[in-house]
């Protein structure tokens, strides 16, 4: 079985050196696993949480715990904080043989799984408890099948939203510049997941004045084989 992976990671300009949206791709005892952690806040701080939580989390799925359970011991960090900080997370668990795909979502950005990389084909990894905080909570574990030729998609909020609005972009605005990054050139194969991370980011900063105002996070997983 043979997985694409493509990461695609802007840092904002008011974040300084650090980074509090983090992708992290773990290995299970027997099967491959990715994250995405977005920390409340900006600054050294923000990214010390995220550096923490990344850390419990990874631990946690290498040591076999399902992406729920994985959410749960990550929310444990939360427990003493008293300034309000909270964190979004996806966490995914893919089995390379069969092809299923078992996710946990605390409040994060809805991702999307594609039939045969068709945006109009898809099924929502949305939210299946609440934000990481100090005000604890539940998780559950849902599961689909990522089948041969399928795609992937995770992002962080600032994907999605629109600089200077408090808006965010709709899901027809994505789905498009989505379907647009899938469109291959005449005579040619599948577009690879690289260039349609690009395309999608490109397409999107066209309306974005204040693209940079904050980090910028885009997954892309497809299983070729």
Known sequence: VVVAVVVNSVVGLNQGTTIDDHME???????PALMVIDVSGHGELAGLVTQRLRSVLT???????DPATVLRRGATLFSDQRD??????LVVVLDPDSGAL???????????????????QR???SPTGPLLSALGGEWDARACTLGEGDLMLAWSDGLVEAPGTGAEISQAALERAVGRALEPPEGRGPVPVGDLVESVLADLRQDAADWRRDDVTLVAVRRRS
């Open 59 to 65: 631990v946690s799925l290498r040591s076999g715990f």
């Open 25 to 31: 791709r773990a290995t299970c005892p027997a099967t």
């Open 102 to 120: 078992t996710w946990a979502n605390a409040g994060h950005p809805t991702g999307w799984l594609l039939a045969e990389g068709d945006p109009a």
């Open 123 to 125: 099924t929502e990894l």
């Open 84 to 89: 309000g900080r909270f964190a979004t997370a």
